[in-house]
């Protein structure tokens, strides 16, 4: 009855015009306009039908042009280009860690629902640094350089902090490479090199047939466990966004996306292509091995029936215009800081301060889907722009394809193997045709300037095993230890201990500075705290060194525990006057205590939801920090849903004793 009792009380402004806020942001996310959104996109799917939009591949006439005009961005650097014994570390280096078992799906947030990403990774980078994805926070093994704040730390065994290394040489090497490039640079091939010529040339046709014959049959999306029965054709649409990012399974959950990281384009440049640049394709393709042609399924279709593609094609050409959509704010949410930086663009020489690696095997997936719009084959990453990066930063990506943990290279068995390629397009243009290049293992690509944010890219899976390690320059403006752990003691520096006593006091009860502390202590338990304990032990078990930081990130948490009950013993104080002052401490108090609330009910939620429940024991997620009711360490309970009833009622109390004064 009491709980039915708060619900009638009258709401004061604040906490209308906060309920308005978030009433206001759940409709952004999934009201009547972001339904309209997909309704038109399903629509437009629709009206493409069977038709693809042309693409071209190296041994298509105007490749080279294309490239040049409309790809300028995307260097290729091939495996015989780099040194043969730093091939050899990386290579190594990316086998030990699989062997070791720290490549691992990621349990990833996708519209309110947890998935798995369809491939296995791990990320590596400067120490302290954080990547931040899916509404997931990976924590990054230092690269076990000969760093100082690395050296003489026993936090792993020495064959993991040998292959740690190796990938530090790799990104030192792409570091110093990408800023020596010079305007014009497509790429960098090996003097000598024999180029395959087409001698199955003849089978791009047919690809292109099987390619639509395929997306006939697979016009239904695989209906999932949690019953999302979404058309194929609407989901492929909503791969556009951050979401299909890094390669998320939609195997274990069929799920669909908005469109969030595309830039605005606006008219895209309309390129003409002859065949009669065949030779410059030609004379591009020399001298880089398996450009030429592509093995069995590993074709591109070329400009095949492009003429009869043209006339439905450009009758999408309106339609689409209206989806040249950049959503600022949506763009710039989920980066775990509670003021969000103004984004940063990239200036200086290049320093990648993060590698993602990735694992993935085609013969372990069921199903991979076909690449929807182009007929470029079965996509292992659909279509997506790198999330979270400095504005214009480059990113180099290191392919390596193997058979199997031994690391025999695919390239060395039969002719009928495919390779892996990846596929780019200018985002949301229809009249640009992709571009599609295949890798063969060892090859490194960059994305310079603004290829990123301006165009997307997909990986097409090969018929063996893969290796990536993507190099980045991460956005860690809200994600780095170093910035926690001076957020902590912005928050810390209102508590006064007695050095006799030991008791704590707050210094100001000043309703902003309260409202901050507040705020970094949600940032504290939900971007840090539940989000390293919500991927298990996976850190601690191959390297210690995230342990000790987060041991003490855990306890001045503590202590902003122990000042939010002082605060809340200030609002219930019995004596002194009830001013405006005291009522929006009250309100401010309501805010952080009903966010924490919920989201502690989420996290708890995931944790014990019926994927998390499908891990081993050493990489379930756990509910971290809980306590039970009795605990005498803690100041607060868990469960504050008591506490938020006191403090609605007291706003209620001093709002009917206005009305009666």
């Known amino acids: 009855m009491a709980f039915i009792r708060v619900l009638q009380r009258p709401t004061s402004p604040l906490m209308k015009a906060r309920q308005c806020k978030h009433n206001s942001g759940n409709m952004k996310r999934s009201g009547d306009s972001e339904g309209e959104k997909r309704r038109k996109r399903r629509r437009l799917l629709q009206e493409l039908g069977d038709q693809k939009i042309p693409f071209l591949g190296p041994s298509n006439g105007g490749f080279q042009q294309l490239w040049d005009s409309s790809y300028s961005g995307l260097v290729l650097r091939r495996s015989c280009s780099l040194p043969t014994e730093l091939h050899g570390r990386v290579q190594a280096a990316l086998l030990t860690l699989r062997r070791k078992g720290c490549l691992l799906k990621d349990l990833v947030r996708v519209r309110d629902r947890d998935v798995f990403t369809a491939v296995s990774r791990a990320l590596l980078g400067e120490p302290g640094h954080t990547y931040r994805y899916l509404d997931t926070r990976l924590f990054a093994i230092p690269w076990h350089s000969e760093d100082t704040e690395v050296k003489g730390k026993n936090c792993c065994e020495p064959d993991f902090r040998a292959a740690c290394k190796a990938l530090w040489e790799l990104n030192t090497f792409f570091c110093s490479d990408v800023s020596q490039l010079k305007e014009g640079d497509r790429i960098t091939q090996c003097a000598k090199a024999e180029a395959k010529l087409g001698e199955e040339g003849d089978t791009e046709s047919k690809h292109s047939e099987d390619s639509k014959n395929s997306e006939g049959g697979d016009s239904e999306s695989k209906q999932s466990e949690e019953g999302d029965t979404e058309s194929k054709h609407s989901e492929e649409w909503d791969i556009e966004s951050k979401h299909s990012d890094e390669g998320c399974s939609k195997q274990e959950g069929e799920w669909e996306t908005e469109f969030k990281h595309s830039s605005e384009e606006g008219e895209s440049s309309q390129v003409k292509y002859s065949e009669g640049s ?82 993935m095997d085609p013969a372990q997936m069921s199903h991979l889907k076909e690449e929807p719009y182009y007929g470029m084959g079965k996509m292992a990453v659909g279509w997506h722009h790198d999330e979270n990066l400095i504005t214009h930063s480059p ?62 890219h997909c990986v097409l899976a090969g018929d063996s095993a893969r290796f990536s390690s993507t190099h980045r320059v991460a956005e860690c403006s809200s994600g780095t230890l170093t910035y926690i752990q001076s957020r902590c003691q912005e928050a810390l520096s209102n508590l006064h201990t007695d050095p006799e006593t030991g008791s704590h006091s707050l210094l100001t009860l000043q309703p902003t500075t309260l409202q901050h502390c507040e705020e970094i202590h949600n940032e504290v338990e939900f971007e840090w705290l539940r989000q390293y304990w919500f991927q298990g032990q996976r850190y601690a078990r191959f390297c210690s060194w995230w342990t000790r930081p987060m041991e003490q990130l855990e306890k001045d948490w503590k202590l902003m525990e122990n000042m939010t009950m002082l605060f809340l013993a200030t609002v219930e104080e019995e004596e002194g006057q009830v001013g405006e002052g005291r009522r929006e401490m009250a309100e401010t108090l309501l805010s952080a205590l009903t966010d924490r609330h919920q989201q502690r009910q989420t996290w708890r939620d995931r944790c014990h939801s019926s994927l998390a429940q499908t891990l081993p024991p050493e990489e379930a997620p756990v509910d971290r920090p809980f306590w039970g009711v009795d605990d005498p360490s803690m100041p607060l309970p868990f469960d504050l849903a008591d506490i938020i009833n006191r403090v609605e009622s007291l706003l209620w109390r001093w709002a009917r004793d206005v009305e009666v004064m």
């Open 278 to 359: 065949a030779a410059a394709a030609s004379e591009h393709s020399e001298g880089c091995p398996g450009w030429a042609t592509e093995a069995t399924s590993g074709k591109e279709t070329g400009p095949v029936g492009r003429e009869a593609q043209q006339k439905p094609v450009a009758q999408l050409k309106h339609s689409l215009s209206d989806y040249h959509i950049q959503d600022k704010e949506e763009h710039t949410s989920g980066q775990g800081c509670s003021q969000p930086s103004p984004p940063q663009v990239y200036t200086g020489p290049v320093k990648f301060n993060v590698t993602l690696l990735n694992y």
């Open 395 to 456: 990113v180099a990506v290191y392919s390596y394809s193997c058979n199997d943990d031994k690391g025999e290279s695919s390239e060395g068995g039969s002719g009928e193997k495919a390779y892996w390629r990846i596929g780019l397009k200018v985002a949301w243009d229809i009249h640009t045709p992709g571009l599609m290049l295949p890798l063969e293992s060892g090859d490194c690509y960059y994305m310079r300037d603004d290829l990123n944010s301006t165009h997307q």
